[in-house]
């Protein structure tokens, strides 16, 4: 196949693949790259016919790329990136004065790790561009395989979602129960049946810490209670929780900030087996560039002095 691959195959497959990867979705690749659908499509299908391969699942939602497709996605990157340094070789043209930070980041992590990170950064590299998106972990493994990111801040996942991934553990983040000062249980030794007659604000179903507050509410008998509130995102927890009766169930980093102001108070309910490592992702095939690796170091630091009870200075 691969004489046959060679002589056939064009940059405007690996284009349209690239995009439909990126954007998962064939309709927002398509105006990406000036095209209909149905081309982006009948491009598409043109690699896979010379693959023989099944590369992507279409449905009405978007695409999701298969096993085969993620291992060719890679490759695919990886010519269309050598291109790139070839024209710029040739040019004369640098990566001076366009360099760009792409991170990505568990909502959870905003308010505590990533907050600080991103303010040390740019007092460190004015010069670098810096684009943060946040999502579920599963999401930011996809963006971070389809080269939108450049490094993540997240969890492990399944071995055939990893594929391809490094990662590096900065800390482990244990499930807490927190109200807002001045709740009724803020002053007493609750325990979980105290819990339960309060309003409830979890973590989003399909997430890591979602699994952790189902199987902690299970060691004590309980299950979710209809009308519970959802939400992966540390800002909006955390502002319902100081406004209202309701007990916030998250990972430390959501509300780190808030327990050491005093805003939030720490129910006395032990989240001992929640635990999950939270870490660094990045492509294994790529080494991270100097403004990822000065990212990453200061991630590393921060993440080391929390573990040895420090708290770290702010850097320039």
Not at 79 to 92: C, M
Request: overall charge neutral; aromatic content about 4%.
């Amino acid at each position: 196949m691969q004489p046959a691959f060679r002589s056939r195959v064009r940059l405007r497959h690996l284009h349209c693949f690239v995009a439909v990867a990126q954007t998962q979705h064939l309709g927002l690749a398509g105006e990406q790259l000036g095209l209909s659908q149905p081309a982006v499509s009948k491009t598409l299908s043109e690699l896979e016919a010379l693959l023989d391969a099944r590369l992507l699942v279409r449905g009405r939602s978007g695409t999701d790329l298969t096993e085969l497709g993620q291992r060719f996605l890679r490759h695919a990157l990886r010519v269309l990136g050598d291109l790139d340094e070839a024209a710029d070789s040739v040019s004369g043209a640098g990566t001076a004065g366009r360099q760009q930070l792409r991170v990505g980041a568990l909502p959870s992590v905003v308010p505590d790790l990533l907050q600080e990170a991103v303010l040390a950064f740019r007092r460190a590299h004015p010069e670098v561009g810096l684009a943060v998106q946040t999502g579920m972990n599963r999401t930011l493994i996809e963006w971070l395989k389809a080269d939108v990111l450049d490094i993540v801040i997240g969890r492990m996942d399944d071995p055939a979602v990893m594929e391809g991934l490094w990662f590096e553990m900065l800390d482990t983040e244990p499930l807490l129960l927190a109200v807002r000062k001045g709740h009724a249980l803020a002053a007493t030794h609750a325990a979980m049946a105290e819990v339960m007659a309060c309003p409830l604000i979890v973590p989003a179903q399909g997430s890591v810490p979602r699994h952790s507050t189902e199987s902690l509410l299970a060691r004590h008998g309980f299950v979710l209670p209809p009308g519970t509130m959802e939400t992966s995102d540390a800002y909006l927890g955390q502002l319902i929780a100081l406004k209202s009766d309701a007990v916030w169930l998250a990972p430390r980093c959501a509300m780190r900030q808030a327990l050491d102001s005093g805003e939030l108070v720490l129910l006395p309910i032990s989240g001992q087996g929640s635990e999950e490592p939270v870490g660094l992702l990045r492509q294994g095939s790529r080494e991270p560039g100097a403004a990822a690796e000065a990212f990453a170091q200061d991630l590393r630091e921060r993440a080391a002095a929390r573990a040895r009870g420090q708290v770290p200075g702010k850097r320039g």
